[in-house]
């Protein structure tokens, strides 16, 4: 056989003249497995495709008979084709016919070959097809070899999608036609753009090296620039936005510094690649172990790896430090598979005019991170980059969820009318704060802010907010590969409670556990997260972990109020023991003479349906109780709200729901305890109203739902709304929400 180094080199200059020529995809794909079978000195070279359906097409051959094609089909788990499908590995056999897996396939006529050799061909962290060849002679294919056909599958990945009228873009993409797409709101509001690509696409021009020394020379620059902007990122704390950036960057540093992950990008090129395609390779290789690994921890880490490719890519393309709409006056929308924290804030706190997604999660971080800059940001959109170009205007609804590509000029004229309403009504809700949220007779209702980021601070001045309702510290430790030092942890919330501006701040204790796992501790992945081993629970199995972070909150509050929640509490017993571990951390800190808080309040956050009746059990034990409709709301309906067929499918203005909180709060004021609401669900007018109807004057929530709640308490008259709500809650028709759109619609009460 051929100099395993020349093989890809030679083979990629013929496929260079093949991919150049003006062929139809069937012509084009019986040259290449041609090409390959001789150029490997092979008895056969095979395509598999992998179909809509989950099956594995056999599409084009050299050596086995061509009447096969198209009539062999395999399941993804069948024989050794299969089993490369579903390890998205490569397999090399010495006498196939003996092993275990293999699928004898008459029609195909592969009795007389022995060796085999199968690599995945990847495309968009999934298996799009199977590359094979065979020889009569027994031999065991060598680690070069396997090598060289893997850099020869990821040259054929577009070529495979594209076999069955799939190709890389949609055919209106192509066509440069309108398309609306429909995702689900990360972050509520609306922008307007052109499509700025956060995963750079190798086009099939790019794929081979003209000169190897000249591609080397290209990747060590490349190299060099993400080392120094890396630098860049720690000397200006980007991403400072947990209190501790450092350590994250730091090991993000770490895997750019890693030479094996250097020498795999090299070994590309001295392949015959470019230098963008050798980073092409691996970074579809990351992405399919992304897709196995179920691991939360290390599916971060290989995301990070991800993120890696592509900022050498951006590099490569001259792009990685451009800043947003520097090419030209537009506003440009990030459009992406999915997003981290730090990437997103890498593109700058301003002049992003929208985020679409394909990947959807309303809990994750770079979600979160959306929110707190406010952009509109919608995502959960399947085969998202197929239907995108670079440059495309594009239109974020993040009102409804829907995007609009490349709309005609009635959409946009409709959606500039819009924008402008809504610009005109966020200018009226900040002229609101600092008017009081007072309805028109004269009850007083306290607006307080979600945050978790230290950005979030910021809108405690814009919006007016009472102080935050529900601060999420989990968000410090996860995002570090190193669980925070009390340090840290203590310059974090010292320095939210001096932002706050001697505003009460309400500081929950770690939600971890479940899907929100820490690097040290995960201990395997749980079938239903959501109900597992967490919040509390995981604290309470962590004492040494809880009372490091209770001791942070009690040092850091020396000299201020200090409130603390436990989460998802469900039994009496679960917060007592809580409670002990606060306050023997008090007692440490004030014999230790290290800090005491001026007042403490300590209370749990009612999320599961149980604890409303675990509270008669607690009276006077618990100093407050704030109800976490997120959660609260998929327990109560067992829906999962990260599971989009049930998530809106039980909606939170109901009269279950209402009567559910009704009884909460006729039980907390019978004790005596002090309730209130914190969550999504107190940021929407409607609901908001129907909250307060049933007597919660507390409503915590997100910065962008202040102004539109508090424009509507103030046309309230609640003596006049309550009594009607009550009387609509305690019928059976009509549906509950249209029969409170028709009393507000009444009564003159302000939705928007």
Not at 289 to 298: A, C, G, L, N, T
Not at 421 to 433: D, I, M
Request: hydrophobic share 40%; glycine share 8%.
């Amino acid at each position: 056989m051929p100099d395993s180094f020349s093989i890809p080199r030679l083979l990629m200059n013929r496929l260079r003249a093949v991919m150049a020529a003006d062929l139809d995809t069937e012509t084009r794909l019986k040259q290449i497995v041609r090409l390959i079978a001789g150029t490997m000195v092979a008895d056969v070279c095979s395509i598999y495709r992998r179909t809509n359906d989950d099956r594995l097409e056999l599409i084009a051959t050299e050596g086995l008979r061509q009447d096969a094609v198209h009539r062999t089909f395999l399941a993804m788990n069948e024989g050794l084709v299969g089993q490369i499908a579903m390890t998205a590995q490569p397999l090399s056999i010495q006498d196939a016919p003996r092993h275990p897996s293999f699928s004898y396939r008459p029609e195909t006529g592969e009795d007389p070959y022995n060796a085999f050799l199968g690599v995945p061909i990847l495309r968009g962290g999934r298996v799009a097809g199977i590359l094979t060849v065979q020889n009569q002679t027994q031999r065991l294919y060598q680690d070069d070899e396997i090598d060289s056909l893997q850099t020869i599958a990821m040259v054929l990945a577009e070529i495979v999608a594209a076999s069955d009228g799939g190709p890389e873009q949609s055919e209106a993409a192509k066509a440069g036609r309108a398309t609306n797409l429909k995702g689900r709101v990360l972050c509520d509001g609306l922008g307007m753009g052109q499509v700025r690509l956060h995963d750079p696409v190798i086009p099939a021009a790019k794929f081979f090296a003209e000169s190897v020394s000249e591609e080397e020379h290209r990747l060590e620059s490349a190299l060099e620039e993400l080392h120094l902007s890396i630098d860049r990122m720690l000397a200006a704390e980007i991403g400072g936005l947990w209190g501790e950036p450092r350590e994250v960057i730091e090991a993000y540093k770490l895997l750019a510094s890693d030479p094996t992950w250097a020498e795999k990008l090299f070994e590309g090129i001295r392949g015959g690649l470019t230098a963008e395609a050798a980073i092409d390779r691996l970074r579809r290789e990351h992405r399919a172990r992304f897709e196995k690994v179920k691991d939360p921890y290390m599916r971060e880490r290989l995301h990070d790896l991800e993120d890696l490719d592509n900022r050498l890519l951006r590099i490569l393309a001259g792009s990685e430090t451009a800043s947003i709409g520097q090419n030209g006056s537009d506003p440009e929308v990030l459009v992406a598979r999915r997003l981290g924290p730090a990437e997103l804030l890498d593109y700058g706190r301003s002049g992003l005019a929208g985020i679409v997604l394909e990947e959807v999660a309303t809990s994750s971080h770079a979600a979160i991170v959306a929110r707190g800059l406010g952009i509109p940001t919608v995502g959960g959109i399947d085969g998202l980059l197929t239907q995108v170009s670079r440059g495309d205007p594009i239109i974020v609804d993040g009102e409804d969820g829907t995007v609009h590509l490349r709309p005609d000029e009635d959409l946009l004229k409709a959606f500039e009318t819009r924008q402008n309403l809504r610009t005109e009504r966020q200018a009226a809700y900040a002229a609101l704060k600092d008017v009081p949220a007072e309805t028109k007779d004269g009850q007083r209702i306290r607006l307080m802010l979600n945050a978790g980021l230290a950005i979030d601070l910021d809108h405690l001045e814009t919006t007016g907010a009472d102080g935050i309702g529900l601060f999420r510290t989990e968000f410090q430790f996860l995002m570090s590969d190193t669980l925070p030092k009390v340090g840290d942890q203590i310059a974090l919330y010292t320095k939210v409670l001096e932002g706050a501006g001697g505003r009460p701040v309400y500081f929950r204790t770690l939600d971890l556990g479940g899907d929100k796992m820490l690097p040290n501790l995960n201990e395997g992945r749980e079938e239903n997260p959501a109900l597992g081993w967490r919040s509390v629970r995981f604290a309470l199995d962590h004492p040494g972990l809880f009372r490091r972070q209770l001791r942070a909150l009690v040092r850091a509050a020396d000299g201020h109020d200090l409130t603390v929640m436990f989460p998802m509490v469900t039994s009496a017993h679960e917060f007592r023991q809580a409670r002990a571990l606060l306050e023997r951390e008090l007692e440490h800190s004030q014999a230790q003479d290290m800090g005491t808080p001026t007042s403490v309040r300590i209370g749990a956050m009612l999320e599961t349906p149980a604890f409303a009746f675990a509270l008669e059990d607690l009276g006077n034990e618990v100093d407050f109780v704030s109800i976490g409709t997120n959660d609260m709301l998929q327990f109560f309906n067992a829906a999962d709200r990260m599971t989009p067929h049930v998530s809106e499918r039980y909606p939170f203005v109901s009269r279950p729901v209402m009567r559910f909180l009704g009884q909460v709060h006729e039980t907390c004021q019978h004790l005596g305890i002090p309730v209130s609401i914190c969550g999504e669900a107190a940021s929407h007018p409607i609901q908001a109203l129907c909250l307060i109807a049933l007597g919660y004057h507390n409503l915590s929530m997100p910065a962008g739902g202040i102004g539109p709640v508090k424009d509507m308490i103030r046309s309230l008259d609640l003596t006049r709304f309550g009594s009607d709500f009550a009387d609509l809650l305690s019928a059976r028709e009509p549906l509950l929400r249209n029969g409170i759109l028709e009393l507000i619609d009444y009564q003159g009460i302000k939705l928007s």
